[in-house]
């Protein structure tokens, strides 16, 4: 339990440049679960030569006694 710790729900953002659209051509067309299972398709998503940015944001911190 978390018993009176602090927790927070998080919003994740990533946020990517179009041109990043080239060099995932080779993934076109696959499902998202496919996607998921694809470590090759995460590779080339970090290491494609765009700008990435990923924003965290702290919606609302709760007491563990209300998570």
């Known amino acids: ?4 710790r602090l927790c927070g729900s998080l919003a994740i953002g990533v946020y990517l440049d179009p041109q990043i659209v080239g060099h995932l051509q080779p993934w076109k067309g696959k499902t998202g679960k496919e996607l998921a299972e694809n ?4 590779e080339a998503l970090i290491s494609a030569p ?5 924003r965290i944001v702290v919606i609302k911190e709760i007491k ?3 998570y």
Request: charged share 30%; glycine share 12%.
């Open 1 to 4: 339990t978390l018993k009176g």
């Open 50 to 54: 765009v700008e990435k940015v990923l």
């Open 64 to 66: 563990g006694s209300q």
């Open 39 to 42: 470590d090759d398709f995460f």
